[in-house]
């Protein structure tokens, strides 16, 4: 494993799976501008966690030959690189270059963040969980692949895009199991 530089927190977006979840499984339909993730408070998060600093992919498919240029040149404002990758129609380029990166991770010094639903990606990440990195997973929980959540026995941690990230400027309308520390009756009257 290659240890030079200071350590960092690399943070894979896999953007498509999220924006998914989002919109078929938590409002039914298309994100507005105002419900979507604020992935700049991603970054943060990630950095703010584990005290060091966080450097973001972005991974985009760009099959159709086109990106959406005001949300890369956005992204680039906010410090993450946009990965847009093309492929074969039945190729799921944005799953293969996240799993590619995860491979190449494990020769690299340095803690690991997905933010995916994704149990395609299981075994890249457990692969990750080598006791000398800390591996995170942002997500809807609920809507988190029951593998991925498996991992947490061996030390992957789960974090909430909505609750603990803080990720949003709106309260979604989502049903979750809420623990009994949080639970404000006031918010059901």
Not at 9 to 37: C, F, H, K, M
Not at 68 to 89: C, D, H, K, N, R
Not at 127 to 151: H, P, W, Y
């Amino acid at each position: 494993m290659q240890t030079d530089g200071p350590r960092t927190t690399y943070v894979l977006i896999d953007g498509e799976n999220i924006d998914a979840t989002l919109g078929s499984a938590i409002l039914n339909g298309r994100p507005t501008p105002e419900q979507r993730p604020r992935w700049e408070r991603v970054l943060e998060f990630a950095q703010r966690r584990w005290g060091q600093p966080a450097k973001g992919l972005f991974f985009l498919n760009a099959s159709s030959g086109t990106m959406p240029m005001a949300f890369v040149q956005a992204l680039m404002a906010l410090g993450y690189t946009p990965i847009p990758l093309s492929g074969e129609s039945h190729e799921k380029v944005v799953d293969i270059g996240i799993q590619r990166t995860l491979a190449a991770l494990r020769d690299r010094p340095g803690d690991v963040v997905l933010a995916s639903h994704d149990g395609d990606f299981a075994l890249d990440l457990e692969k990750l969980l080598d006791g000398e990195r800390r591996v995170g997973l942002i997500a809807f929980r609920e809507f988190t692949s029951g593998v991925l959540n498996n991992l947490t026995e061996q030390g992957l941690e789960l974090f909430d895009l909505e609750h603990d990230v803080l990720a949003f400027n709106v309260h979604l309308p989502r049903l979750r199991i809420i623990p009994l520390a949080e639970f404000d009756p006031l918010v059901y009257l």
